[in-house]
């Protein structure tokens, strides 16, 4: 049975970091492409940064460029994103997603979140002022 559970979520202040975890379970790691993504009240789900665990492949949507970083621990089938300089727009639900059939990062965020096979439950993050 595939699993993804996410943590770390939680209340932060403007300016603050804070860092996700996504443990997996039931699935080839190493072969997985993995992938956080969020959704805000009242926006679509979006995608924050994808990780091909193999080869360290990273894409990250705009937004998260220069202030987020996916990584992973092979040694625990985690999945971190580490967040910094949160602004309040980055509040939202945190989830994580794999998939052993996308090939690439790149892959995993163009194709439709429809076609992805496994989430996680997602984790809150909060961003006050």
């Known amino acids: 049975e595939v699993r993804l559970v996410e943590s770390g979520g939680g209340a932060v202040q403007v300016g603050g970091i804070l860092r996700l975890s996504c443990a997996t379970s039931?699935?080839?790691?190493?072969?997985?492409?993995v992938g956080w993504f969020r959704k805000a009240p009242g926006q679509q789900r979006e995608v924050v940064a994808c990780?091909?665990?193999?080869?360290?492949?990273?894409f990250y949507s705009n937004f998260a460029k220069g202030r987020f970083t996916i990584s992973s621990d092979k040694a625990t089938n985690t999945v971190f994103l580490e967040m910094t300089n949160l602004k309040s727009n980055d509040a939202a639900v945190y989830y994580c997603?794999?998939?052993?059939?996308?090939?690439?990062?790149?892959?995993?965020?163009?194709?439709?979140?429809?076609?992805?096979?496994?989430w996680g439950l997602g984790t809150q993050v909060t961003v006050s002022s």
């Open positions: 990780l091909a665990i193999g080869d360290g492949e990273t």
């Open positions: 997603a794999a998939d052993g059939r996308i090939p690439t990062a790149e892959g995993m965020a163009l194709i439709g979140q429809g076609w992805i096979d496994y």
């Open positions: 039931g699935f080839p790691f190493a072969e997985y492409v």
